[in-house]
């Protein structure tokens, strides 16, 4: 298999990749505004929730930057895949 058809079975196995629900928007829409302002209650009664959420939101924005360098990289030719690979 040469390397393109490796990039091929990458950009099938992304595309399979199902679409992700983050939490912190769920939590948004749920607090209530109030003279256009957030309800300070809720929010804090809401906190540890909030907490998670941001916590998921940053990993996998970690995580989706990651594969967006690793993908810059193989259109760039920076990055070998494959049999012959000299990294």
Known sequence: ??????????????????????????????????????????????QPEINLATAEARMYGAHTMSVVITLSMLLKGELNVGPGRTD
């Open 1 to 46: 298999m040469n390397e393109a058809e490796y990039i091929d079975l990458i950009v099938k196995a992304l595309r399979k990749v199902p679409a992700k629900r983050l939490l912190l928007i769920e939590l948004a829409n749920k607090i209530p505004i109030v003279n256009g302002v957030p309800d300070e209650k809720v929010l804090a009664e809401m």
